[in-house]
């Protein structure tokens, strides 16, 4: 048993390093806005399309980017519990 429990907690580890290196892109506004994230939420480049940007409606591209970022986490998160779920057979353990 002790050994299925190492074993598992390697996987784990090895899960959360292949999640941490994953690369999810979050879009919005047809591609116009797209946002890259690793897959431990944090933020790698945000690239915007020159027809996104209008000095007149800067309103407009901040909802964009707040919708590519959310879109990005997203995926990540998904990312995260697919990854996670194989490993642990989807059993729910606290702070993963």
Not at 10 to 38: L, W
Not at 45 to 60: L, W, Y
Request: net charge negative.
């Amino acid at each position: 048993m002790l050994a299925q429990v190492r074993k598992m907690q390697a996987q784990m580890e090895k899960a959360q390093e292949e999640i941490a290196s994953a690369v999810v892109v979050g879009t919005a506004g047809g591609n116009a806005i797209s946002v890259e994230m690793t897959g431990d939420y944090k933020a790698k480049s945000v690239k915007i399309a020159p027809e996104a940007v209008d000095p007149a409606d800067v309103e407009t591209l901040e909802d964009l980017l707040v919708a590519a970022i959310n879109d990005a986490t997203a995926k990540a998160q998904e990312l995260s519990n697919k990854r996670m779920g194989a490993v642990t057979g989807g059993l729910r353990i606290p702070g993963m």
